[in-house]
């Protein structure tokens, strides 16, 4: 379903990720540039720079902060690890409101052994955890599923249909879900959740990429928006019927375009976006 692309425009945020050789002060400077109104960082790189200057950063330059990547990954094999793992969400939880964004992304993380069952459990019981002080400071947990390639080294919450059976037990407005093209445009029941998403009101996040056939890398084998198999039109549509209408991420893991001179990259993946979204 086109929409006008200024329309499509104002919804575009990069998600830091990325841009993997830039530091947040470059990543928002290039997004002032680019006309991203929005920017989805790193934990790992807003502690580079310090949490009260990132916000400083992100406010001076005009730009919002579509989500904060990331929380989760709750499994561990001793209750004191999964107690550190929960405070360490609690800390992101408090980064999230300083940088002005209600949305938390959650990766959840893998068993901690062979107990697939179990690491489920425990990322249940670490959401459960972390919920009510998101919620008494105005962030909203977003589970993000990942593609079932994922589940032995990253998340063990590999459908959506998955991320929305966790996130049930709450409100919409404490706990939501990712909606990742990459992470489910294989699943035969995608439609049929983003729908169900949508009428739960839990969309949080949509991020976009496109799947290259075959993958050239596990991890950082994500392509630009048009060269690969992902009907994302298809998909960007389906999520504004669901009621979506906040910002839409790009998000590629890519050592190829990470290479490229990080303003190109940014023109470039604008121009897919607009393109192919």
């Given at each position: 379903m086109p929409v006008p692309a200024g329309a499509l425009a104002a919804r575009l945020s990069l998600n830091q990720g990325s841009v993997d050789r830039w530091d947040l002060r470059q990543a928002v400077g290039g997004c002032a540039r680019h006309g991203y109104p929005f920017i989805g960082p790193w934990r790992h790189r807003v502690a580079e720079v310090g949490l009260p200057a990132a916000a400083r950063l992100v406010r001076d330059a005009g730009i919002a902060v579509s989500s904060l990547c990331r929380g989760g990954w709750f499994p561990a094999e001793s209750a004191g690890e999964r107690r550190r793992r929960v405070d360490d969400n609690l800390r992101a939880v408090e980064e999230a409101a300083a940088l002005g964004t209600d949305v938390l992304v959650l990766v959840c993380g893998p068993a901690s052994g062979r107990d697939i069952d179990g690491g489920r459990a425990m990322v249940a019981e670490g959401i459960?955890?972390?919920?009510?002080?998101?919620?008494?400071?105005?962030?909203?947990?977003?589970?993000?599923?990942?593609?079932?390639?994922?589940?032995?080294?990253?998340?063990?919450?590999?459908?959506?249909?998955?991320?929305?059976?966790?996130?049930?037990?709450?409100?919409?407005?404490?706990?939501?879900?990712?909606?990742?093209?990459?992470?489910?445009?294989?699943?035969?029941?995608?439609?049929?959740?983003?729908?169900?998403?949508?009428?739960?009101?839990?969309?949080?996040?949509?991020?976009?990429?496109?799947?290259?056939?075959?993958?050239?890398?596990?991890?950082?084998?994500?392509?630009?928006?048009?060269?690969?198999?992902?009907?994302?039109?298809?998909?960007?549509?389906?999520?504004?019927?669901?009621?979506?209408?906040?910002?839409?991420?790009?998000?590629?893991?890519?050592?190829?375009?990470?290479?490229?001179?990080?303003?190109?990259?940014?023109?470039?993946?604008?121009?897919?976006?607009?393109?192919?979204?």
């Open positions: 459960a955890a972390v919920a009510p002080y998101a919620a008494s400071c105005g962030v909203r947990l977003a589970i993000e599923p990942l593609h079932p390639m994922f589940a032995g080294d990253r998340s063990v919450v590999v459908t959506l249909a998955e991320a929305l059976d966790l996130a049930g037990p709450y409100p919409a407005s404490m706990v939501g879900v990712i909606v990742d093209v990459y992470h489910v445009w294989w699943d035969p029941t995608v439609y049929e959740q983003i729908a169900r998403a949508g009428g739960e009101g839990r969309i949080l996040g949509f991020h976009v990429s496109d799947w290259l056939a075959p993958p050239p890398d596990v991890l950082k084998g994500r392509g630009l928006m048009g060269d690969g198999v992902i009907e994302l039109r298809r998909l960007r549509a389906a999520v504004d019927e669901a009621g979506y209408d906040g910002p839409i991420e790009v998000e590629i893991f890519n050592q190829g375009l990470w290479d490229l001179p990080g303003d190109e990259l940014l023109a470039l993946m604008k121009h897919r976006y607009l393109a192919y979204v």
